[in-house]
């Protein structure tokens, strides 16, 4: 007689992320901090606008080609432009309001 197949278990997404959520900020810190060395809060006032502006120009070739390198761009894109917000935060001393 044949055995019968076992099912699978079923992942499920723990419902409590919160070590996630400190992880992703802890390496969004890092990130910052690696970035705010040697620069001053007006160059990453400037560099906040050119990623503000390359994250528009992503989102644009994403919205028209959405192939996987575009999203891809723009995934990346986004996480500098938040990389780079973060840096001003802790260039200004303000925590992030969540």
Do not use: C, F, W
Not at 1 to 15: E, F, N, T
Not at 26 to 38: M, T, Y
Not at 74 to 94: D, F, H, K, N, P
């Amino acid at each position: 007689m044949a055995r019968r197949p076992k099912r699978r278990p079923i992942r499920r997404s723990p419902q409590d992320r919160s070590e996630e959520v400190t992880a992703q900020r802890r390496r969004l810190d890092a990130a910052a901090q690696g970035l705010l060395e040697g620069r001053s809060v007006d160059q990453l006032r400037s560099e906040l606008h050119d990623r503000e502006m390359l994250l528009a120009e992503a989102d644009r070739a994403s919205q028209l080609d959405p192939s996987p390198t575009n999203l891809a761009n723009y995934r990346a894109a986004r996480s500098q432009l938040e990389v780079t917000q973060r840096a001003i935060e802790l260039a200004v001393g303000a925590t992030p309001a969540t």
